[in-house]
Nanobody, 119 residues
């Protein structure tokens, strides 16, 4: 059974920083793309960033320059470094990953971690 588990969420003041982690565990062949999404109260889920297995990154326009996605393939973990946070960044942040198992590819999601930006 494959699981994605996020950590690192919490309460941070405006202008502050936070780093989220998402670790994949279980039995699988490889992890392809990994990404982060977020969902604020009363809003639709929003894509944040993604990183390929080769390290190529893409960001939503509103995150560019403030957020940095990275991964440690040896640890099957993806990170999201968030800087210059503002109240509009308050949301549940979830990671996902395309995981290959015996020749097939599946999308897995974590349970989400709450990020609250408030003074």
């Amino acid at each position: 059974q494959v699981q994605l588990v996020e950590s690192g969420g919490g309460l941070v003041q405006p202008g502050g920083s936070l780093t989220l982690s998402c670790a994949a565990s279980g039995t699988f062949s490889s992890i392809n793309d990994m990404g982060w999404y977020r969902q604020a109260p009363r809003k639709q889920r929003e894509w944040v960033a993604r990183i390929s297995s080769l390290g190529t990154t893409n960001y939503a326009d509103s995150m560019k320059g403030r957020f940095t996605i990275s991964r440690d393939s040896a640890k099957n973990t993806v990170y999201l470094q968030m800087n210059s946070l503002n109240p509009e960044d308050t949301a549940v942040y979830s990671c996902n990953a395309e995981i290959s198992i015996r020749g097939s590819t599946y999308m897995y999601w974590g349970q989400g971690t709450q990020v609250t930006v408030s003074s």
